[in-house]
C-alpha cells in the first residue's frame, strides 16, 4: 500500500465518524491525488477498504483465483502457489502487518495467539483453511499459512483418464466404500468432492471435518465440524464424537474429510455395520500404506485386537483405495486404484491389495463390486 493509501487508511481509522463508502473514497482519493486515472483510483478504493475490512495486502492474493496456497514466515515476502509452483509474491509486510493479520484471522475464531497459545487452526469466511503459529515457537515471527480452495468444480476427468473416471464413478454409484489416500496437498479433499459428485440426489450426506473444506453439489448435505477447547472454558468436540453422532442422524453416506486420529475405529464400525458408501481419505505414500495407516490409527483406540486382526477387518470394510499424487509439473492425478479384499488375488500387504487403475487407465476389473450389488439386490 502506497503512502496515500497509508495515510487515508489512517485517517478512516482514527475517525469516529462512519465509514465513508466508495464514492466518498474515490473523492478522498482523487483530492489528494488528481493526476491519478480513473483505474489507479479505483485500486486505491480497494486497497484501502481491504485494510479496513478485509485482510489487508493480501486481499488481492485471496481474489486470484490462481492461487491455492499463501505462505506467511514472519515479516518479508509473502509466498504463493499455483499450478503446483511455489513462487515469491510482490508483497512484502512488515512485522505490524504480520501482527494486524493474525487479529484480523483470529478476531472471527474467537481464538487466541499467544505464547500460552501458539498453534491455530481455522478457517476463513471463504471456506479457506488458515494455520498460524505464532512466537515463541515461530522463531522468526508469526507464520500463516493459508490452504485455498477452488470455487469452481473439479471433475474427474481433471485426475484421470476417462475410463478410470467411468470406474469411479461406477464404485461411488454401486456404494462401495472407497478411502483417498495422499501425501500434503496432493489433492485428497478436491478429488473427494469429485468423487462426491457420483453420489445420487436421492441420497443424504453427512460430511465430519476438522475444518470444513468439503463443498458437495447435492441437495441434502450436513456438515458437521469439530471444535477444539476455548480459552472460555468451550469443551472439545473431536471428530471422534462427531462420527458417532453422525451415524444417528440417517446418513445415506458418511463422507469423514480426512482420518487422521481414533476415529478410524468409528468409521471402520460403520463400515462394517451397514453403513455402504463411505468416503474418506487418509496421509499415506501408497494405497498399501494406507491400509497399515488405518490399521495403526485403529490401535490407537486402544480396543485391545492384534494388528493383524484390525488390517483383515479393514481390508472386509473397505473395497477402494484411491491413490492421488502430483506429478513432476504439479498437476494432481490418480496414480492408482486398488480393490482391497481377503480375496480379491492381489500381492501387495498379505494379499489384500490389488491394482486395477493407474495413472494410464484401468489395468483389470472388478470383483468385489458385483459380489456388493448381489448384497444389493
Do not use: Y
Request: glycine residues 8%; proline residues 6%; aromatic residues 2%.
Amino acid at each position: 500500500m502506497s503512502t496515500l493509501e497509508q495515510v487515508l487508511h489512517l485517517a478512516i481509522a482514527s475517525s469516529d465518524g462512519p465509514i465513508p463508502g466508495d464514492d466518498e473514497l474515490a473523492e478522498m482519493v482523487r483530492s489528494a491525488d488528481p493526476l491519478r486515472s480513473h483505474g489507479e483510483v479505483a485500486q486505491s478504493v480497494a486497497e484501502i477498504r481491504a485494510h479496513l475490512f478485509g485482510l489487508g495486502p493480501i486481499d488481492s492474493l485471496l481474489r486470484d483465483p490462481t492461487v491455492s496456497d499463501i505462505m506467511i514466515n514472519g515479516p518479508g515476502v509473502v509466498w504463493t502457489e499455483s499450478a503446483g509452483r511455489l513462487a515469491a509474491s510482490d508483497i512484502t509486510l512488515s512485522s505490524a502487518e504480520v501482527d494486524l493479520l493474525v487479529e484480523r484471522i483470529i478476531a472471527p475464531l474467537g481464538k487466541r495467539a499467544d505464547p500460552l497459545h501458539p498453534l491455530v487452526d481455522g478457517r476463513l469466511g471463504d471456506g479457506s483453511r488458515v494455520h498460524i503459529v505464532v512466537p515463541p515457537l515461530a522463531v522468526d515471527g508469526p507464520c500463516i499459512t493459508i490452504r485455498r480452495f477452488s470455487v469452481r468444480p473439479v471433475g474427474l476427468g481433471s485426475f484421470a483418464p476417462r475410463s478410470v473416471c467411468d470406474l469411479l464413478t461406477d464404485c461411488v454409484r454401486s456404494r462401495l466404500n472407497i478411502v483417498v489416500s495422499g501425501a500434503t496437498g496432493s489433492g485428497k479433499t478436491t478429488l473427494l468432492n469429485a468423487l462426491g459428485a457420483a453420489v445420487p440426489v436421492t441420497e443424504r450426506i453427512v460430511t465430519v471435518e476438522d475444518a470444513a473444506e468439503l463443498r458437495l453439489e447435492a441437495p441434502h448435505v450436513v456438515r458437521l465440524e469439530s471444535r477444539g477447547a476455548s480459552p472460555d472454558g468451550a469443551p472439545e468436540v473431536s471428530i471422534r464424537e462427531l462420527v458417532r453422532n453422525a451415524l444417528r442422524m440417517r446418513p445415506d453416506r458418511l463422507v469423514v474429510g480426512e482420518v487422521r486420529g481414533t476415529e478410524a475405529f468409528d468409521l471402520l464400525a460403520a463400515m462394517s455395520t451397514g453403513h455402504d458408501g463411505s468416503l474418506s481419505t487418509v496421509h499415506a505414500n501408497s494405497a498399501p500404506d494406507a491400509l497399515h495407516r488405518l490399521t495403526n490409527l485403529v490401535l490407537m483406540a486402544d480396543i485391545g485386537l492384534p494388528a493383524q486382526v484390525v488390517l483383515n477387518q479393514l481390508a472386509a470394510a473397505i473395497d477402494l483405495v484411491v491413490h492421488v499424487e502430483r506429478d513432476s509439473s504439479g498437476r494432481r492425478v490418480v496414480a492408482e486404484v486398488c480393490e482391497v479384499g481377503p480375496d480379491c488375488g492381489g500381492d501387495g500387504t498379505d494379499g489384500l491389495v490389488r491394482t486395477v487403475a493407474d495413472r494410464h487407465g484401468v489395468v483389470a476389473s472388478l470383483s468385489r463390486r458385483a459380489r456388493r450389488n448381489e448384497i444389493q439386490q
